[in-house]
């Protein structure tokens, strides 16, 4: 069984950046995705970026694009987020998460699409 395991989370100001990471253990296969979700207190957890394991291709949601970047690295089998231009608004516990696929489909961004999940790492943003 594949574990997720994320790291990087912290406490930083506005405006600063973190760098979260994403091992997984086990096989991601061609066609999988490897994606990053953020829950904040009291709220549903949302979609916040994922990455298509063989053509490298990246989606974002809208509140993130232009100030989070995710990359993998397949020899290590990670998946980092990169957030920059951090906001108070920002602030969660973000976990990683996996979704299996046997042949190329298009993402599916509903939490209940994805089987595997990391126990999370939490975001602070102080204003």
């Known amino acids: 069984q594949e574990q997720l395991t994320e790291s990087g989370g912290g406490l930083v100001q506005a405006g600063g950046s973190l760098r979260l990471s994403c091992v997984v253990s086990?096989?991601?296969?061609?066609?999988?995705?490897v994606a990053w979700f953020r829950q904040a207190p009291a709220k549903e957890r949302e979609f916040v970026s994922a990455?298509?394991?063989?053509?490298?291709?990246?989606h974002y949601d809208d509140s993130v694009k232009g100030r989070f970047t995710i990359s993998r690295d397949a020899a290590k089998n990670t998946v980092d987020l990169y957030m920059a231009s951090l906001k108070p608004e920002d602030t969660a516990v973000y976990y990683c998460?996996?979704?299996?696929?046997?042949?190329?489909?298009?993402?599916?961004?509903?939490?209940?699409?994805?089987?595997?999940w990391g126990q999370g790492t939490q975001v602070t943003v102080s204003s």
């Open positions: 998460a996996l979704q299996r696929h046997q042949r190329y489909s298009p993402l599916s961004m509903g939490v209940g699409e994805w089987a595997l």
């Open positions: 990455i298509h394991w063989r053509n490298n291709r990246q």
């Open positions: 086990g096989t991601i296969y061609s066609n999988d995705y």
